[in-house]
């Protein structure tokens, strides 16, 4: 790891200042991601501005009837929230998915937003890599490649979003707000992490010297029918190969609204957006939900060693969508 | 005996000096200066002058408070066993994958390669050497002794943390991913086996120890675990 400045903010202004005046600079909160990038020489900032101090750990109803959630939330404050586990219990449930207790315990709700890729060939810096130094190659399009993405993906990266968390918030409707030195904006979820096209070294909208000061949660009654589901090549601790995320209104026999997104399949979290649409107004019945998951990935591209997640991830949606339909809860 | 070395404690003496005495009288020219160097070396930084790059901080470790000079790059886990000779935390993997670097702070489990010690000041920070309350081991400490919940013991420290913080939060109604209701979640008396497996899966065991780790949980909690040799027959049982 190469020696850097250290400094604690004690204000978001003071943080944003900080991070604008020194391009080098990088934020820091729980660290789980950036200090094992530190040490693998991914990232070499010329300082580190310690946030975790700021005020922004509550999570507050808002006046819509839905969740603000501070940034520097922990992964296992929000999970374990008993309004979130009520409400939005795929939300807990996505969370208590990712990682373990330790990191939990650190990690941020900013920090998940903000993790980058695991791929090997990102995090191993005797191989080329677009995402790491642009322009150099994409040698995980070509090479093993059993973990990567089959949407979305471009000659440029093959790599995936990592965030269990960020795939249960694209189908709760989740909005991140940021701040930087021209004021607030708000950038809905699905909106905040980018494909990857020609410019793979930018995993999200964020400007220079913004810093994510909470997510805020619409009310969404349907969310209590939620369902996460994750596939993995181990029962815990590990990384989605694929994750689904799905929720349901159903009035009657018939769906009235319907999500689904998906994860470990593409550079951001997957908001399928045509099966949901497929989904309205139709029976919730098993040849349905297999048309939708269909939809889902028609436009999917495998690569040498990840046709599998073709079929895994239309049966994972078939399975969430029914049990989504009973009423959501364990998978 | 030198005089730096008597100030030690106890545990403090143990494996790290018996490392460099076991290489000073085998006269292992080469590689004993560097080794007894790393072992002698425990408080050096804090009474020196600040060198170029480093910082004074105050972490409070097991109830003392200890100042030291660092670079801002030293993780927690290395400030512990390298500054300030806490070598019971241990180093697995460095990159937050196995565990074995688990310590508490503010009551919390967390893993301390992935956090940098100048983050950590004003917290309490509670490592394997700070459980037991002089001769007497944590209850947790006990039921890993009578359980066998190791074997080369180099996981251990890790696995008790996390354990020791597991009770915690099961008292405090914590959920996980396996818990069937997330609104109702399960106190000591009901934490099953498949709860204790997803709530400790963040600490390895390359000795696949599993079985008597399970069985100390399950007796720190109030619970009566299996007789090894049941356990035994369910890991081979088809």
Redesign the interface.
Known sequence: ??????VRANSVQDAISRATSDRQAMF?A???NL??R??VFLDEPSQ?V?V?RIKMKQIERTKAGGLKIGALVTN?AL??H?EV??NY?LL??AI??G?????R??ATVGGNLMQRTRCPYYYDTAFSCNKRQPNTGCPAATGINRTHAILGASESCVAVNPSDMSVAMAVLDAVVEVRGMEGKREIPLIDFHRLPGNTPDRDTNLEPGELITGVILPPLPLAKSGVYLKLRDR???AFALVSVATALEVVGEKIKTARVALGGVAHKPWRAMEAEEFLMGKAANKSNFERAAAIALKNAKPLAHNGFKVELSKRAIRRALTISARGG??V | MTEPEKKLSAKQRSRRNFLGQSLSAAGAAIAAPSLLNACQNKSVSASNALVE?E?TIELKINGHINKLNI???V?LLDALRENLGLTGSKKGC???QC?AC?VLIDG????S????A??QEDREITTIEGLAAGDNLHPVQTAFLENDGFQCGYCTPGQIC?SV??LE?VKN???????????NPPSLASLSETEI???L???LCRCSAYNGIVAAVQQAVGQTPPSPAASMENSHAG
């Open positions: 790891m190469k020696n850097f400045t250290y820091i729980g660290g789980t200090v094992d530190l040490k580190l310690d975790s296992t999970a374990n008993l586990r009520r219990p807990s449930r208590l998915a990682a373990s207790q330790q990191i315990n650190m029962a815990s601790y809860g364990l | 790059g910082t670079e801002p790059r993780t460095d990159h937050g565990g688990t919390q489990r967390v893993y390669c992935l956090t940098l100048v983050m996390a913080a597991l939060e109604g914590s959920v996980s991913y396996v818990t069937p209701d997330l609104t497996k997803e709530r899966s963040g600490n």
